[in-house]
């Protein structure tokens, strides 16, 4: 036995009437919510202070090998680069709380790198000096030839140019 409520328009009281007021008091929490919500989001997003989103300047540098330089003479050229670009990110970027630098060193071909820079803007404050807050790279002088002038750098192969015959046929 089935029975086919499609026209009641509330299956609890069969009444016309109670229906159509049960309808509306559906429909009223769901524009009394979108209407208060709304509002309030508005009133709070104004007047509360926006969430500032710092991050971590990344700067990766890298410095050629003069010739006759030592390893140590590198190492304070790379210290001092890495030192500007700590202070050059920290001036430049207001949201920047961190700095994060890598400076690599190209010698004969070869390019490793030779100290990394990792620093907060109150660490850098406090005591602005490279040599406190840098890692070295032990391999770095091996993988850069310091230890021993490579016999044969690696050579640059000329570029050849052709010039266009003026042959017509």
Request: proline share 7%; charged share 20%; aromatic share 10%.
């Given at each position: 036995?089935?029975?086919?409520?499609?026209?009641?328009?509330?299956?609890?009281?069969?009444?016309?009437?109670?229906?159509?007021?049960?309808?509306?008091?559906?429909?009223?929490?769901?524009?009394?919510?979108?209407?208060?919500?709304?509002?309030?989001?508005?009133?709070?997003?104004?007047?509360?202070?926006?969430?500032?989103?710092?991050?971590?300047?990344?700067?990766?540098?890298?410095?050629?090998?003069?010739?006759?330089?030592?390893?140590?003479?590198t190492l304070h050229r790379a210290e001092a680069t890495a030192r500007a670009a700590a202070q050059r990110s920290f001036d430049q970027d207001i949201l920047a709380t961190d700095v994060s630098i890598i400076v690599s060193v190209q010698s004969y071909g070869a390019i490793a790198p030779i100290l990394s820079l990792e620093v907060s803007r109150p660490q850098w404050r406090s005591r602005p000096d490279a040599q406190r807050w840098a890692t070295y790279f032990k391999m770095a002088r091996s993988l850069l030839f310091f230890e021993k002038t490579p016999t044969n750098p690696v050579p640059v192969a000329p570029i050849n140019t052709v010039a266009p015959s003026d042959v017509t046929p």
């Open positions: 036995m089935t029975r086919n409520v499609a026209y009641q328009l509330s299956s609890i009281i069969p009444c016309l009437f109670i229906s159509q007021i049960a309808k509306k008091i559906r429909r009223f929490p769901l524009i009394l919510l979108l209407f208060s919500t709304v509002p309030a989001w508005i009133v709070v997003e104004t007047i509360t202070p926006q969430i500032v989103r710092a991050y971590t300047a990344r700067v990766d540098l890298i410095i050629d090998r003069l010739p006759d330089e030592n390893y140590e003479t």
